[in-house]
């Protein structure tokens, strides 16, 4: 069983910059893909970012594809979602995701663990 926590959301004006991270236990996710996903009130979830288990592959959505980088670091068992350029439509609960599987998946139902979720508040 994997444990996800997230940190590091918060307020931030439009424009700014924060990173959030993913903290997981349990046991090592170095073999399974990680991903970040987002649920704005009122809305359906979606996918934000993704990357494969050795960290050489990495998928965005559309909207933030150029703002927003994720990383990983297998041998800290976090993963990491740098948000720059920040705008009010980003204002969501971030969640951080694992999947038994190694390469990128951008469904949300392709992944088995789940973090609670950290809130992340783009004012304009």
């Known amino acids: 069983q994997v444990q996800l926590v997230e940190s590091g959301g918060g307020l931030v004006q439009a424009g700014g910059s924060l990173r959030l991270s993913c903290a997981a236990s349990?046991?090592?996710?170095?073999?399974?893909?990680m991903g970040w996903f987002r649920q704005a009130p009122g809305k359906e979830r979606e996918f934000v970012a993704a990357i494969n288990w050795r960290g050489t592959s990495t998928a965005y959505a559309d909207s933030v594809k150029g703002r927003f980088t994720i990383s990983r670091d297998n041998a800290k068992n976090t993963v990491s979602l740098q948000m720059n350029s920040l705008k009010p439509d980003d204002t969501a609960v971030y969640y951080c995701?694992?999947?038994?599987?190694?390469?990128?998946?951008?469904?949300?139902?392709?992944?088995?663990?789940w973090g609670q979720g950290t809130q992340v508040t783009v004012s304009s």
């Open positions: 349990g046991r090592t996710v170095g073999s399974n893909a």
């Open positions: 995701a694992a999947t038994r599987m190694g390469s990128n998946r951008t469904m949300g139902h392709e992944y088995d663990y």
